[in-house]
T-cell receptor, first 111, second 114 residues
């Protein structure tokens, strides 16, 4: 079975600072990887996805992630945090028709 | 855009009640999923379905059942609600079993069992 590990259940950054949320996966096959964002009392919204091709993937709201096969990682970054980025972030991998989610990272942005 | 709609945002039910959570998607997706979300535990898969009248158990099916009579609708049933089923429930859909495309989520139902 696949698994996804998100290092750090809570991350705090100052407004304007770099955001880095970590995700590592285990997969015996080429992975399809996703990052989702969840605002309070909402469902999950897709931020970006990696399927094949370019390893640096750009998403919505200025986020991007880089697939590194050698490190089995798919870390999410944003150069400058905004107050509106405060939310819960989930990394996920798909295997067949099942999704495997990390336990989430709660991002706090300090004014 | 794909839209996944859950019938209720908030529900309060009494212990022992039979509870129905409804989910409808409008993009002809084959796969549909029910998850529950609890603090520190992330999303846990309850049941999923990849076709009408088909269902598969996920990681935590105990105390739940599902129904998929039509392709667009996937219902989660709590046969006899208990307080430990108080949680956020999320429905999702995705295109097909082999497409490896993203899941689209509903807005969630926050269920409180008292």
């Amino acid at each position: 079975a696949q698994s996804v590990t998100q290092l750090g259940s809570h991350v705090s950054v100052s407004e304007g600072a770099l955001v880095l949320l970590r995700c590592n996966y285990s997969s015996s096959v080429p992975p399809y990887l996703f990052w989702y964002v969840q605002y309070p009392n909402q469902g999950l919204q897709l931020l970006l996805k990696y399927t094949t091709g370019a390893t640096l993937v750009k998403g919505i709201n200025g986020f991007e992630a880089e697939f590194k096969k050698s490190e089995t990682s798919f870390h999410l970054t944003k150069p400058s945090a905004h107050m509106s980025d405060a939310a819960e972030y989930f990394c996920a991998v798909i295997d067949g028709n099942q999704f495997y989610f990390g336990t989430g990272t709660s991002l706090t942005v300090i004014p | 855009d794909v839209k996944v709609t859950q019938s209720s945002r908030y529900l309060v039910k009494r212990t022992g009640e039979k509870v129905f959570l409804e989910c409808v998607q409008d993009m002809d997706h084959e796969n549909m999923f029910w998850y529950r979300q609890d603090p520190g535990l992330g999303l846990r898969l309850i049941y999923f379905s990849y076709d009408v009248k088909m269902k598969e158990k996920g990681d935590i099916p105990e105390g739940y059942s599902v129904s998929r009579e039509k392709k667009e609708r996937f219902s989660l049933i709590l046969e006899s609600a208990s307080t430990n089923q108080t949680s956020m429930y999320l429905c999702a859909s995705s295109l097909t079993r082999t497409a490896n495309t993203e899941a689209f989520f509903g807005q969630g139902t926050r269920l409180t069992v008292v």
